[in-house]
C-alpha cells in the first residue's frame, strides 16, 4: 500500500496523541518517543519528528517543561508536562477525533 495515505494520518493526529500521553504522567523525550512507538504498530516516531511538535505545544502553552537532575547518569533530562490549557484542547480534539472517525468508519462501511 501507498505509504502517503498512513503519513498523512500521523500528522494529523500525533499532536493529540503526545498530549494523551502527557495526560497521563509526564515523560522526557526518549521516553516519549519510546512509549509512541510501543504503542502503535504504526508509529515510528523519531527525534526528528517528536521535537518539532514538543516545541509547537510548547508555543501554544499546551504543555510545560522542566528539568531534573538524572541518578543514575548525572545528566540533566527534560521532563514535559501537560498544562490545564493542554487537558482542555485534548478533552475537544479527542471528542472531535472521535466524531470524525465515527463518520469515516461509517462511509466506509456503506
Known sequence: MDDRY???FKKGI?????LKLLSIREMYGYEL?????EKSRFFEIKEGTLYPILYRLE????ME???EQ???RGVPKKYYLITEKGRSVLKEATQLWLDFSGDI???LNE
Open 33 to 37: 518517543i519510546s512509549s509512541l512507538n
Open 14 to 18: 500525533l499532536e493529540i496523541v503526545v
Open 6 to 8: 498512513l503519513k498523512q
Open 70 to 72: 538524572s541518578q543514575s
Open 105 to 107: 468508519e461509517r462511509i
Open 59 to 62: 508555543d501554544e502553552r499546551l
Open 65 to 67: 517543561t522542566r528539568w
